[in-house]
């Protein structure tokens, strides 16, 4: 019996700016909270194709795995909670907004 599909987002970085982005159902956004979730594989895939094709806006799109179990994307891996953060050298980009 195969596994449950974990919930997934499609991620990248853009092109321009090198932030973090998250696809979106219309466009992309730089908080994961807005986040398309793409619970099915088939429709995750088409999406994943989509924004891979987006080659004058985003660079390294991926799928990555998220926990919704709190009703928001949030990270399900180190990697995508480190990178959901921003720029790690010194506050710019989404940190400053933390401050």
Do not use: C
Request: hydrophobic share 35%; net charge negative; no cysteine.
């Amino acid at each position: 019996m195969p596994k449950p599909y974990t919930p997934k987002v499609v991620t990248a970085n853009h092109l321009l700016a090198g932030d973090v982005i998250y696809q979106t159902r219309d466009g992309w956004s730089r908080k994961l909270a807005d986040a398309e979730v793409l619970t099915d594989e088939a429709h995750a895939d088409l999406r994943l194709i989509e924004a891979a094709q987006q080659t004058g806006e985003v660079v390294g799109a991926y799928l990555a795995d998220v926990d919704t179990s709190k009703g928001v994307p949030a990270p399900a891996h180190f990697r995508e909670a480190f990178r959901a953060k921003g720029p790690s050298n010194y506050a710019h980009g989404k940190q400053t907004e933390l401050n």
